[in-house]
């Protein structure tokens, strides 16, 4: 696969190795978005089908990336919404705890924090040793041994947010399967530039934030919702979501039945005229692409920058614990931090800092350019510390 930059609007002055905080939009993503805004001036044009038809695409694209059938997918507007609609139908027994690894994104923490309080349940924060250079190989043992029966809810992310670190999703979820606790995953860090299938993994919901990897517009994402919550309540009372929603003329004939399977956690307005179709867009080019091309072409591209780094002695994870396109690192010790920062801000290049980590995250439209430019200023800065 070759560079797709030609793709993006990106500057030519700017360096952006900061995907996994957010996605830069694509031209025809912006162009859908363009042509739906002029669209919206004359509401005339918009008809009864254009409620609904663009997001079931949607939703047939994003089935296809993570293995599901398009009506196992839900339309949401962020990841706390995700959660919050599959907690919600989850039923605490007396006992049981829930598990979630340390340093959790806060949507991810706030929502399974809130369940726990609700029901009186424990919640168990699982953290690897950190008497080890490198956690991977601990922070998934930790989690596959305190799996037990009266583990109610094991949610977590697919990729740590600050370190990079790739959980072992088939274990954890075959354990998970095994004692009958609910697996939750929030992938946002990974679906789109990794291969997730939830049949392999045993995931029974897994909650997409549509602006990172997903390459959407903000404000919109997907989620797979299993069987087991199909006869759940959503959040909300939507009218879109009932059976006979198609039908405008008897919209006040109120039907009490909900659209089947994962439809029914459709968020209200799911069918958004202007951020649906820029969603569409960028799901079939990651479809057009392939997801296996993606992690080919951001390996290629990061071989150097791995080189570099195992020369100066900067820790790395295990690669079975590691991805291509988001990993972090830590530099060795020494290096001026603060300066380092200053660095990449004279130079122009856009990552992120996390903790004490620095989160790396490549896309195809990232250039070799783009990583001797990361490698010129780490070592600009190694040099003056």
């Known amino acids: 696969m070759d560079n797709q930059k030609h793709l993006f609007s990106l500057r ?19 162009e859908r978005g363009i ?10 044009d918009i008809i009864a089908d254009d409620f609904f038809n663009e997001a079931e695409e949607v939703r047939r694209k994003f089935s296809q990336i993570v293995n599901c059938k398009p009506s196992n997918v839900a339309i949401i507007p962020s990841v ?5 609609s599959v907690l919600k139908n989850i039923k605490y027994k007396s006992g049981q705890h829930v598990m979630a690894v340390e340093d959790e994104f806060p949507s991810g923490y706030f929502s399974i924090k809130r369940w726990c309080d609700d029901n009186g349940a424990e919640l168990k924060i699982i953290r690897p040793n950190r008497d080890h250079q490198q956690i991977g190989k601990s922070w998934n043992e930790a989690l596959l041994d305190q799996i037990n029966e009266n583990t109610a809810v094991v949610a977590m992310a697919s990729i740590h947010w600050m370190t990079g670190l790739k959980f072992d999703l088939e274990k954890i979820g075959k354990k998970c399967q095994s004692v009958g606790a609910h697996f ?19 995931i029974d919901a897994l909650i997409c934030a549509g602006y990172k990897w997903l390459m959407g ?7 797979y919702v299993g069987e087991k919550y199909y006869n759940g309540a959503p959040l909300e009372e ?7 929603a198609r039908d405008f003329s008897n919209l006040t004939v109120y039907d009490m039945n909900y659209t089947p399977d994962a439809g029914r956690f459709n968020v209200g307005e799911s069918g958004n005229f202007i951020l649906i179709p820029m969603f569409n867009e960028s799901l079939r080019q990651i479809l057009s692409w392939g997801i296996p091309n993606i992690q080919a072409y951001c390996g290629k591209l990061i071989n150097p ?5 195992e020369r100066i002695g900067a820790v790395m994870e295990d690669e079975k614990y590691r991805t291509n396109h988001l990993f972090a690192l830590k530099l060795p010790a020494g290096i001026d931090m603060d300066l380092m920062k200053e660095n990449l801000k004279k130079n122009k290049i856009y990552i992120s800092v996390r903790g004490e980590f620095l989160r790396v995250a490549v896309h195809v439209f990232n250039t070799t350019e783009d990583i001797k430019k990361l490698i010129g200023t780490i070592e600009e800065t190694r040099k003056a510390s």
């Open 184 to 202: 939750i995953v929030d992938g946002t860090q990974s679906v789109g530039a990794l291969a997730i299938d939830v049949k392999r993994y045993h």
């Open 12 to 30: 030519n002055d700017i360096h952006y190795l900061n995907c996994a905080y957010k996605s830069p939009l694509l031209k025809s993503s912006e």
């Open 35 to 44: 042509r739906a805004l002029i669209r919206d001036r004359n509401p005339s």
């Open 238 to 244: 939507t009218w879109m979501n009932r059976t006979n």
């Open 217 to 223: 517009p903000y404000s919109l994402g997907a989620a």
């Open 305 to 309: 920058l791995l080189a570099y780094l």
């Open 80 to 84: 706390s919404y995700g959660l919050g």
